[in-house]
């Protein structure tokens, strides 16, 4: 039994070295040129980038066996497959993998608006050959996937909060994968929009900054549900063009919540975006990024799926529990902060708060801050619980289950960066209290 396979060879499909494929017309005319891109599917399956209607392209729609010989990057081995022609997909992950990929690959050589991808043809892999030749030594220089994996693995098993699940998950990130820059964003599929949570490795956190489902290298992952890893600049999928384009629409001025700026580089060089998923579900998206060329290969890529996998469950299963701590007695309403009143607007359209006319957040999060604020001044309490919130009919929040503790995490990091007059502090399991250094002057726009 060989034991060469598809699994051990995908470093030579990150398309660093370009790939050539032989095929051959109906008369034995044999036919040989290079690949655009070379896609790893499965074990005994790839994917062809079809762009465009050559030699190629009707010699393998004519006589669908052809041979493939590529690279690997780093040890310079060579290898030779025998490939059949399956079918073509134009449309789904498969075809936003390969399509994202082929534009990191343009910007690379300098193709941009060259290259159009039309269909992703599958083929099965018939036979690997391992063609004979001098070869070096690999010398990976990332940490190892599984190691790290086991260990973030580990750590994300003791959380019991899901505020501790997302610090856990980024400290993880740092500390065993060595990534330094990471974004941490929730989705609102009701909405199609994904807004950041948390983030690591910027000057500005970029809490409840927002994201359209399809734009960018995010929004498409959020989208077709599947990881999209791009190993070069890409600027068709650039995340701060997504950024740029949002924040400057053509008909005004933005939308509240448009105008928070993305985290991100400026210009990245790899960029990975992980879908959460969980009972069908895209509960949000994981974007790592780094200034470094080809940062996140294969094995990281599998890595970081499997860890967003295991950390979506743990998220879905402290949803799903009540986890409110009842045995704290309530303290008695504190005194009212003295001096100039925090005038506090509230906009019932998209629930958008706003302190002294500058924008702080929407949808449920800004939902929350109001009726916290709403409560404070009608009786001076400030201690509160996830419980009652859920409870609390004046919300009227869908879904609420599903969004109430990471958009509170949400508000208490959004607090943190755009006001020192108001605070949300843990007190307990499922308990918070509300802290006000200014009296509120509450108005409904």
Avoid: W
Avoid at 86 to 98: A, D, Q, V, Y
Avoid at 372 to 399: A, K, M, Q, Y
């Amino acid at each position: 039994m060989s034991l060469l396979s598809m699994d051990r060879l995908r470093n030579c499909l990150e398309g660093i070295v370009p790939a050539g494929i032989a095929t051959c017309d109906p008369d034995g005319m044999p036919n040989v040129t290079y690949i655009s891109q070379l896609m790893y599917v499965d074990d005994v399956h790839i994917a062809l980038s079809f762009q465009f209607f050559n030699k190629t392209r009707e010699n393998i729609l004519a006589n669908p066996v052809a041979t493939v010989l590529m690279m690997d990057p780093d040890t310079a081995a060579r290898y030779r497959l025998r490939i059949r022609y399956l079918r073509t997909e134009t449309s789904g992950p498969l075809f936003e993998r390969m399509k994202a990929k082929l534009a990191g690959i343009a910007s690379h050589t300098g193709m941009v608006g060259v290259f159009r991808l039309r269909g992703a043809d599958i083929y099965r892999v018939l036979d690997i050959e391992s063609v004979p030749g001098r070869t070096l030594p690999s010398a990976p220089l990332t940490p190892a996937a599984l190691p790290a994996l086991r260990r973030s693995a580990d750590a994300l098993a003791t959380c019991n909060s899901i505020d501790a699940l997302v610090d856990t998950l980024q400290s993880a990130l740092e500390r065993h994968f060595g990534i330094e820059h990471q974004s941490l964003l929730m989705a609102d599929c009701a909405a199609e929009r994904l807004c950041v949570i948390a983030s690591r490795g910027y000057a500005n956190s970029g809490a409840g900054a927002e994201i359209a489902f399809g734009d960018g290298i995010v929004g498409v992952a959020a989208r077709e549900g599947t990881p999209i890893r791009l190993m070069f600049p890409a600027v068709e999928y650039a995340y701060s063009r997504a950024v740029r384009d949002r924040i400057a629409p053509e008909d005004g001025l933005p939308e509240p919540g448009e105008e928070i700026p993305l985290p991100g580089l400026a210009a990245p060089a790899s960029q990975l975006a992980v879908p959460l998923l969980a009972t069908g579900r895209c509960l949000g998206v994981l974007y790592v990024e780094s200034r470094q060329l080809c940062r996140f290969n294969y094995d990281l890529e599998d890595a970081l799926v499997t860890l967003c996998a295991q950390f979506s469950l743990a998220l879905r299963a402290l949803q799903a529990e009540p986890g409110d701590d009842t045995s704290v007695t309530a303290p008695p309403p504190g005194a009212v902060p003295d001096g100039r009143p925090l005038r506090v607007r509230h906009f019932a359209r998209d629930n958008s708060v706003f302190f002294d006319d500058t924008y702080l957040i929407k949808g449920v999060a800004g939902a929350i801050l109001k009726r916290l604020l709403e409560i404070h001044v009608d009786s001076g309490r400030t201690e509160f619980s996830n419980r009652e919130l859920r409870l609390d009919p004046c919300l009227r929040l869908p879904d609420i289950c599903d969004n109430l503790d990471t958009r509170l995490i949400l508000l208490t990091r959004r607090l943190i960066d755009r006001s020192d007059d108001v605070r949300l502090e843990k007190t307990g399991r499922g308990r918070f209290r509300l802290q006000l250094n200014r009296p509120i002057q509450l108005e409904h726009g």
